[in-house]
C-alpha cells in the first residue's frame, strides 16, 4: 500500500481520462513523482494536466516511460492488453493496478462509502460530499465529475473517511472486473438498475450480475442503501440476503412541492425547504445521500438543513441561461433511464411551456442500432424531441450506420427531429421563437463541439 506520506514514483497509463488524471493531479499534490501517457487528452483533462505540469510532452504510448525503478503503475481501462508500456511493466516485473484497486488500496483503512447504480451516482456522491463538506468532517473522495468548492475529483489524504462514486464499467484490461467491486464498501448506495455499457455487457442478465457482485463484496455486516421500487432491485436483494449478512435500507424520495419554478422539500405535509436543484429523481438522490451520511451519524435535520443550497454537479441539470419565459439546461444524461428522468424534471418544474428535449447519441451504447429501442417513450415529455448523433464518432467506435428512420421508430415519438451536423442544429434552434418555451440539452458528450454559449442568444420573443 502506497501511503500518502511517502514518496513515490507513479505512471499512468491512459492518464487522460477523467478520473486518471485527476488521480494523477492528487497525487502530485501529495508530494509524489507522476508521469503519465495517453493516445488522446481531450479537455478539461488537457488543460488541467498542463497546468499541473503532467501533460505529456507527446500523444502516444512510449516503452521507454516504463523503467525499474517505478514503484507503481496505474492502468486506465483506455489502455487495451497489447499496449507496449504494459507489456514493458509486466517484463519489468513492475506493480500493476487499475485505479479502482489503487484506490482501494489508499482506502482499506478507512470508512468507505460507495455510491453505485445505472443512474444518479455522480449527484448522490456530490450531495454527500457538499454536506460532510458544510459540517466540516474530514474525508477523502473519488467522484465523476467537477463540484462547486472542490478543486479536484479526487482527494487521497489520511482521511478517515472515504467517499466514492462506483462505476459499474470495467477496471481495466488487465482487471476485468466492475471499477465498484472493488472498493469493498462498508456502506454502499444502489440507486437503481437500468441495463448499460452492453459493449461489455451484453445481456442485461451480465449487467445485474455486477450489482450482485457488489452486495457479496461489502464489508462484512455493512450495509446496503437501495431503491424500494425498482422490481430488479427488489428481486436481488431478497436472493442475495439468504447468502450474504447486511442490514438492507430500501429508500424512496423526499416529499416535495413545486411552486412557482421552485421545488420545496417538505416534511409532516408542510413545505420545510426550498432547494437549489429540482427533479423528484434528485428527491430520490438526496433520500439516498442522506441515508449514507446517517451512517456517520447526522441527523435528517442536518443533512435537510445544509442540502439546501446543493446547486447539483457540472453538467446535471446546470442551467446554461434563464430568460422571463424561458430557459436552456445542459445536462450528462444519456442513458435511456436518465433521458427520461431528465425530462420529466424539467417539465414538472414549468408544466405551462413547451418543452425542446434534444439528445446526443454518444455512448457505445447509445450508437449501437440494437440498443436504439430502449430509448421508446423516453422523450415522451417533451412537446417538441431532437436527436443527434455524429456519423464520425460512429466510426470512431467503429459501429455500423443506421438511419433517422431507425431513430424515429425506435423512439416513438410524434413530433422529433433528426441532425447529424452541429450547424444545421445550431440553425435549427436559433430559427424557434422561445417564448414560454425551453430548451433541454442532453449528452455525455459535446454535440461535436457546439458552443453552448450560443444558446445564451436563443429569440425569446
Known sequence: MLRSKEKMRIHLIAIGGAAMHNIAIALQNNGHIVTGSDDEIY??????LEKAGLLPEKTGWDPTNIHPD????????HA?????ELLRAQQLGLNICSYPTFIYQQAQHKQRLVVAGSHGKTTTTAMVMHVLRKLGLD???LVGAQLEGFETMVRLSEAPIMVIEGDEYLSSATEPVSKMVQYRPHHAVITGIA?????VFPTFESYLSQFRSLIHHLEPEGSLIWYAADLHLQQMVAQVSQTVSFQS???????YRIHSGKMWLTRNGKPAQVLSFFGEH???NAQAAYLLCATLGISEDTFVAHIADFKGASKRLQLVVAHETSAVWLDFAHAPSKVKATVQAVKALFPTRLLTACLELHTFSSLTKAFLPEYAQSLAGAEQAIVFFSPHTLEMKKLPPFTAQDIQDAFEHPNLKVFTNKADLLSFLEAG??????LLMMSSGTFDGLDFEQLKHLNTF
Not at 487495451?80 to 507496449?84: K, L
Not at 435500507?249 to 416529499?255: E, Y
Request: net charge negative; glycine share 2%; with cysteine.
Open 70 to 77: 517505478l514503484d507503481v503503475v496505474i492502468l486506465g481501462m
Open 43 to 48: 479537455d478539461p483533462a488537457r488543460t488541467r
Open 282 to 284: 434528485n428527491l430520490r
Open 139 to 141: 474525508f477523502d473522495y
Open 195 to 199: 441495463w448499460d455499457h452492453i459493449n
Open 249 to 255: 435500507c430500501p429508500f424512496d424520495a423526499f416529499q
Open 433 to 438: 421563437k422561445w417564448q414560454e418555451h425551453n
Open 80 to 84: 487495451r492488453i497489447d499496449n507496449p
